[in-house]
Structures are given as C-alpha cells and as structure tokens.
C-alpha cells in the first residue's frame, strides 16, 4: 500500500530535511507545504519521489480545505502521515509584546496545527495504520524570559498531542511528538554556541530533527528530544522547579540558559 505523507513548514530547514528524507522511503509521495512556492517547486524537482506542492499559509480560513482538496485530487484522499512542522516566533515580554504577540504565535503554532488536523483526521482514519508527528520544542516544556508566547504556544502544542495520541490509537493513527532545541539553519547559524565545548552539545542539525520525525512516525515513538540531552533541563523543570526558575529569572544559568532558548528562532514560516 502506498504512503502519502504531508510535510508542512516543507521549503526550509527541518520542514525541507525531513521531506528529502521521507523521499527515499519506498513506495512513498510527498505533498508539500509552506509560503514560498518558488522554494517548493524546486524541492519537489529534486527529490526522488512523487512530490506535489501547495503554496499556502496555514493561517488563511480555506487553508485545511485546499490541503484536503489538495490530497483527494492528487492523490485519492489518502493520507498516511502528517508533519505538523510549521511554526514561527516573535521573541518579546508580555509588557512589550502583550496579547496581541501570544495570539499571533498562538495562531501558527498551535491554532493552525489544530485546523489542519481535523480536516486531515479523516483521511488519516482512513487511510490507517497512519501517524501524525507535531514538531514542538524543548521550549515547549520549559520558558525563559522573552519567549513566553512561543513557549505558550509549544505547551499548548505539548498537551494537546498527548490527548490525540490516547484518542486516536483505536483508530490506528499513531500520534508522535518531537522537541528540537537550537536547530543549526541558514538564518541561525548558531556560530557562538558551537565554538564553546560547554554549549556545543546544545545545538543540532535539520536532519537529525528529520530523523526523530521519522523515527516517531515509523518506529512509533511518542516523543524525542534533539538533541537528545535536553531532555535533561525538562527533567530539571518538573523535579526542581524553583531551581530553574531562579536560574532563568537570573538570566545565567550557563547550559541550562542556552537550552531553554531553543528553537527560537523563525523556522518555519516557510
């Protein structure tokens, strides 16, 4: 049986690394998702896989309607994975950034996920055994000053994804979860931290976060962390919460500083 996975956040940095990687799976095709319709053509001519693309901004009221219709007419309405990969963030305190900063993060990283997921549940229902794998972060699981809105949106993304991996295993939908912490791209080269032997186990590559996708999606693991240390400064927040939150409130804090900043940056708007 064939495999249909849609890759969103697709025309860069793990969006883009995990579409080339699904693509040497066999018997696999791939619909591609981001803004930037000239960075998706010329990925899906590149890979060696049955590729379609829809340029889309996952916030637009018809966007879950033109992806469904995008798989029924392509590709016979089915899907057998999704990657929720999109997302983006505006750093700010909520004393400059306000509601308004959290309801615009709020409003790709989670609201959008949320939107496209149900108008793809049914086919991934159908089109089961399937797997839908959200791209979080370790700020996901632990703030730092300045970030509150992306870390409010990557919670919320967090605890939503353990609700729908219970709901859906009866259906047959395996529901994964990944956590990348500072994610080396073009636009973060992340040039300071890997010159520090105490920081440089804090920054990963694109496709090492593409192969926790894939390691969620085939091998059903419900979640990972990239790299996978960070999974310390998690285990840190929930056992000595006051600790680390000194630590951060401090702006020090070394390693675990560094970690809780992960992800930051802008990748996905795509």
Not at 126 to 137: E, F, K, L, Q, Y
Not at 247 to 253: E, K, N, T
């Amino acid at each position: 049986m064939s495999h249909v996975a849609v890759v969103t956040g697709a025309s860069s940095g793990i969006g883009e690394e995990t579409a080339r990687l699904l693509a040497t799976r066999p018997d696999t095709s791939l619909v591609l998702v981001a803004r930037r319709a000239e960075r998706l053509e010329a990925l899906a001519a590149a890979l060696p896989c049955p590729t379609t693309f829809l340029a889309a901004d996952l916030t637009a009221d018809d966007a879950p309607a033109r992806v469904r219709a995008h798989l029924e007419e392509r590709h016979g309405g089915r899907c057998t994975l999704l990657v929720n990969n999109a997302g983006a963030s505006w750093r700010a305190t909520f004393a400059d950034g306000g509601w308004a900063n959290v309801q615009r993060t709020m409003a790709v990283n989670f609201d959008a996920v949320v939107r496209l997921t149900e108008a793809l549940l049914p086919l991934l229902r159908a089109s089961a055994p399937s797997a839908i794998v959200n791209v979080s972060s370790t700020a996901g699981r632990i703030a730092r000053p300045g970030a509150g809105a992306y870390s409010a949106s990557k919670f919320a993304l967090a605890g939503w994804t353990d609700a729908l991996y219970a709901e859906e295993r009866a259906h047959g939908v395996h529901v994964g979860l990944v956590l990348p912490g500072f994610i080396e791209t073009e636009g973060f080269p992340a040039a300071e931290l890997r010159a520090k032997p105490h920081t440089r186990w804090t920054v990963s590559t694109p496709d090492r976060a593409a192969a926790a996708i894939a390691e969620c999606a085939y091998a059903g693991r419900a979640e990972r962390y990239v790299p996978r240390p960070y999974v310390l400064a998690a285990a840190a927040r929930l056992l000595l919460p006051g600790l680390v939150r000194r630590v951060l409130a401090g702006g020090g804090g070394g390693a675990l500083t560094t970690a809780t900043g992960a992800d930051a940056q802008d990748r996905a708007a795509g």
